[in-house]
């Protein structure tokens, strides 16, 4: 089991650049794919970016790509998510998650362990 906390959420002028972090517990941070996702409100969560255990494989989903660099530390055992010319649409909470598979996971139902949340809101 691991345990997740999300952090660096926050308000932004759009155009504007902010960076999450997630630190994980346990020994067994480095054996799990780990993704970031996000819900504006009114919608269904939605995939951003998974990277596999090692750190060397990443994949994002159209709206993050060019734009979001999803990255890890598995000596600290956290995850990052920087985001770059962020826009209106942005605007939603943001989870971290982990997932079994070490190769990372590209839906929602594909992962396991979930943070709370942090909210990020980019003002036009």
């Known amino acids: 089991q691991v345990q997740l906390v999300e952090s660096g959420g926050g308000l932004v002028q759009a155009g504007g650049s902010l960076r999450l972090s997630c630190v994980a517990s346990?020994?067994?941070?480095?054996?799990?794919?780990m993704g970031w996702l996000r819900q504006a409100p009114g919608k269904e969560r939605e995939f951003v970016a998974t990277i596999n255990w090692s750190g060397t494989n990443t994949y994002y989903a159209d709206s993050a790509k060019g734009r979001f660099t999803i990255s890890r530390d598995n000596a600290k055992n956290a995850m990052y998510l920087q985001m770059n010319s962020l826009k209106p649409e942005d605007t939603a909470a943001y989870y971290c998650?982990?997932?079994?598979?070490?190769?990372?996971?590209?839906?929602?139902?594909?992962?396991?362990?979930w943070g709370q949340g942090t909210q990020v809101t980019v003002s036009s």
């Open positions: 998650a982990a997932t079994y598979n070490s190769n990372g996971a590209s839906t929602v139902r594909g992962y396991k362990y």
């Open positions: 346990g020994r067994t941070f480095s054996t799990y794919g």
